[in-house]
Nanobody, 127 residues
Framework: QVQLVESGGGSVQDGGSLRLSCVVF????????MGWFRQAPGKEREGVAV???????RYADSVKGRFTISKDNFKNILYLQMNSLKPEDTAMYYC?????????????????????WGQGTQVTVSS
């Protein structure tokens, strides 16, 4: 059974940093695409960043240059380093995984492409 467990969320000031972690249990398939998504109250879930088994990454325009996605393949942990955080980054952050590569989807990625999700970790950025 595949299970994703996020951690690392918290409350920070505007301009602060956080690193989110997502431990992946029971998923060792190739190919894969793993990503971070977020959902603020009253808004739809949106993609933040993804990484696939070919090493390709994609970022939402709103986080480019501030966030970095990475994966420790030995430990099977997905990370999201978030720097220069802004109040508009406040949301519940989720990790997700599915068996495709970005090249298969023409580089596109959306929440509906992913079938397995974690429970989320809250990030709050205050001004």
């Amino acid at each position: 059974q595949v299970q994703l467990v996020e951690s690392g969320g918290g409350s920070v000031q505007d301009g602060g940093s956080l690193r989110l972690s997502c431990v992946v249990f029971g998923y060792s398939y190739i190919p894969y695409c793993m990503g971070w998504f977020r959902q603020a109250p009253g808004k739809e879930r949106e993609g933040v960043a993804v990484i696939d088994s070919e090493g390709s990454t994609r970022y939402a325009d709103s986080v480019k240059g501030r966030f970095t996605i990475s994966k420790d393949n030995f430990k099977n942990i997905l990370y999201l380093q978030m720097n220069s955080l802004k109040p508009e980054d406040t949301a519940m952050y989720y990790c997700a995984v599915d068996s495709f590569t970005l090249s298969e989807y023409g580089g596109s990625w959306s929440p509906g492409d992913f079938g397995t999700w974690g429970q989320g970790t809250q990030v709050t950025v205050s001004s």
